[in-house]
């Protein structure tokens, strides 16, 4: 054999073995590349894994003397908090108190001031004592078109939902920064599904909860160092003194779309609540399409679970067509999970 018919033949088998192998290789591809994504993400992804215990520590609930805030506070001082509660209203705080002892066997500390209210609030907070897990749960919640609602009612619910939420965490912030050799604290917000999506009759409520998402996740960059970590929990409807009020004058439309995502009763809630804040999860959703719409909604939100951190973006499109009924966004969100 010469020179020539040599090379013509290793060509040949090169030729050959390469497309045996590629159509191989690509198949051993398909697997690596969502893994080796997935393998970045784990060392990547912000902020880490975490436990922020709850046992013999103080935790302050604002709106603690009603629904889902009265909820999370039987649930803390049955796992051994010390447990401060906040609200308007002094009858309700001492309603709650016994209800509390009756049940647990725990005295909570009460507090009445106005969540708008920064003096009172920070006095109430002074008085209780240095906070490790705050939650921040307060809120006023009335269905009505923006056409119907007066510059009042709108006020009133960006004041209360979002306005006091800063009130709470201002008057809170110095002392739990300052804590020392104390654990990983707490920062929770309390926002609402329509605080993910906007939705019919929730102009004013969807925009006040919105706002808590700036709040959130600036806040998070500010206070990591702290070993502060904040959550917001996102609860469907849920069967509360609130909520039961609020449906006296709900919108039929409001209702429809309220409805896709089912209801909840405080004791579930206060449980996804507690636990997501335990595991100092920046989100937590309360039911399964809760899960999806947080999916869909999450941008740029921080993200401990690389699981999720890979999921996240692939259900970022997820968006409505114009023919869509008025239940559109839960709609189109399930429909393309
Ligand atoms: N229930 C639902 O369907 C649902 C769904 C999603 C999200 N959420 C959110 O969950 C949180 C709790 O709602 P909920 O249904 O449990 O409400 P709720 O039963 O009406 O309880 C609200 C609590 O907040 C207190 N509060 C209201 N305005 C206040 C103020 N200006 N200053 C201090 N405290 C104030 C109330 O006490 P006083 O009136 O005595 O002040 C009460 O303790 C709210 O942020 C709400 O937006 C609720």
Same mark, same amino acid.
């Given at each position: 054999?010469?020179?020539?018919t040599?090379?013509h ?16 290789f ?36 604002t ?6 805030g ?7 001082a ?10 308007? !209203?002094?009858?309700?705080l ?23 209210d ?11 004592g ?15 078109e ?11 619910t ?14 809170a ?7 020392k050799?104390?654990?990983p ?41 702290d ?50 804040i ?6 937590? !959703?309360?039911?399964?399409e809760?899960?999806?719409l ?44």
């Open positions: 054999m010469n020179e020539l040599e090379l033949i290793a060509e040949s088998f090169v030729t050959r073995s390469m497309a045996a192998i590629s159509p191989l690509l198949l051993f591809l398909i697997p690596i590349i969502p893994l080796s994504l997935l393998a970045i993400l784990a060392l990547i992804v912000r902020p880490r894994p975490i436990k922020i215990p709850i046992k013999s520590r103080h935790v302050f609930i709106g603690g003397s009603s629904g889902i009265l909820a999370l506070a039987h649930r803390a049955s796992e051994g908090a010390r447990v401060s509660i906040l609200a308007r !209203s002094g009858s309700k001492e309603e709650a108190k016994k209800s509390i002892q009756l049940a647990t066997g725990v005295e909570v500390a009460t507090f009445s001031a106005d969540v708008r920064y003096d009172a609030v920070s006095k109430a907070i002074d008085e209780s240095p906070i490790d897990v705050l939650i921040v749960n307060q809120g006023v919640f009335t269905a009505k923006l056409v119907k609602h007066s510059p009042e009612d709108v006020k009133f960006i004041d209360v939902n979002l306005v006091g939420s800063f009130n709470v965490i201002k008057a912030l110095p002392a739990m920064k300052a804590r050799d104390r654990g604290a707490s920062i929770s917000l309390v926002s609402s599904q329509a605080g993910q999506v906007g939705v019919y009759g929730y102009a004013a409520y969807s925009a006040s909860k919105f706002g808590l998402q700036g709040l959130a996740q600036a806040l998070q960059q500010e206070v990591i160092s070993d502060i970590h904040v959550t917001l929990i996102f609860p469907p409807d849920t069967n509360t003194p609130g909520f039961e009020e609020e449906q006296k004058s709900r919108p039929e439309v409001t209702a429809i779309i309220a409805a896709s995502s089912g209801s909840m009763e405080t004791e579930e809630v206060a449980k996804k609540a507690m636990d997501g335990k595991a100092g999860n920046f989100t937590v !959703s309360c039911n399964f809760g899960f999806l947080s999916l869909a909604t999450t941008g740029m939100s921080p993200q401990r679970s690389f699981w999720l951190a890979f999921l996240e973006p692939l259900k970022n499109g997820a968006k409505p067509k114009p023919n869509d009924s008025p239940t559109m966004y839960l709609e189109v969100l399930l429909a393309e999970a």
